[in-house]
């Protein structure tokens, strides 16, 4: 069943309300890169996440979501999402997701990066450049009314190109007061993607994640949230969130000094 959209589609003011999450959040992330090295935990990303989110009197979604208990995700090496920051410090050749999402006057920013940390493999470098390359793929073939599907045909089509697999359990999703709402965003198109539109108004995530072998997961029983992947090979991601105008998307959590498209890592 197609859902009435019309309440997706936001107005002139709304969508200045997700600018400005999306530019905050965008800000932390900003903030964030140069602490990324070897030798921090991931628990004290962590906390420089907290700390910054509320000191711009901000809030991190993450912070009691379904019983999660910080304020982002640390995905490393063969974690694919929702790692919990932990003392874990960051070692040379590791690679990192480091996911935030700030709620600003109600409305949502979600983005992602995966970085990498010193003298990282070929593998770690390949699966990561398709991971953004994917991303970016996707979001710029994206036209006002197209269906949802689009993102996951460029996102595959990427992926396959180098040998990589896409994971189809996770998926991008509608935001805006929000964090979690229709539509569903799988990167691997499906019956329902098909038929769903990105209608101007409409703000969603775009967010591949890409295993250098099999696409499938296992959530970490213990922990009940760490989701890695089956064979322990490395995984990578990257997330923007996207506005659709009348004109084209709108990616509204580009970092000023952040990779932009076509970025070589
Ligand atoms: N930020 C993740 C996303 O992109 C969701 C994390 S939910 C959490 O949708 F509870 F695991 F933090
Ligand atoms: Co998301
Ligand atoms: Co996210």
Same mark, same amino acid.
């Given at each position: ?78 974690? !694919?999402?929702?790692?919990? *920051?932990?003392?874990? %410090?960051?070692?040379? $050749? &590791? ?5 935030? #999402? ?36 996707? !979001?710029?073939?994206?036209? *006002?009314?197209?269906? %949802?599907?689009?993102? $996951? &045909? ?5 992926? #396959? ?105």
């Amino acid at each position: 069943m197609l859902q009435n959209h019309r309440k997706l589609q936001l107005t002139e003011s709304q969508r200045d309300g997700m600018r400005r999450a999306g530019r905050f959040n965008s800000q932390l992330m900003d903030y964030l890169r140069p602490h990324i090295v070897a030798g921090i935990s991931t628990l004290e990303i962590d906390q420089l996440v907290h700390e910054y989110t509320l000191r711009h009197k901000h809030q991190p979604a993450t912070l009691g979501y379904h019983g999660y208990s910080k304020s982002c995700c640390t995905s490393v090496n063969e974690v !694919i999402c929702h790692g919990i *920051p932990c003392p874990y %410090v960051l070692q040379n $050749g &590791d690679i990192i997701n480091v996911d935030i #999402t700030s709620i600003v006057d109600g409305w949502h920013g979600d983005q992602s990066e995966t970085f990498m940390i010193g003298d990282v493999s070929e593998h770690a470098r390949a699966v990561t450049q398709c991971a953004f390359d994917a991303m970016h793929r996707a !979001i710029a073939a994206l036209e *006002p009314g197209c269906t %949802v599907s689009v993102i $996951g &045909d460029n996102v595959v089509a990427e992926a #396959t190109a180098r040998g990589f697999s896409v994971v189809r359990e996770y998926v991008g999703h509608g935001l805006g007061k929000r964090f979690h709402q229709y539509p569903n965003i799988p990167h691997v198109a499906d019956r329902q993607s098909r038929q769903e539109r990105l209608l101007p108004g409409m703000c969603f995530t775009v967010e591949p994640m890409i295993n250098v072998g099999t696409r499938f997961t296992k959530l970490d029983s213990k922990d009940g949230w760490t989701v890695r992947t089956r064979d322990g090979k490395l995984s990578a991601q990257f997330e923007h969130t996207v506005l659709m105008r009348e004109d084209g998307p709108e990616i509204l959590t580009q970092c000023p000094n952040g990779p932009a498209r076509g970025h070589r890592f």
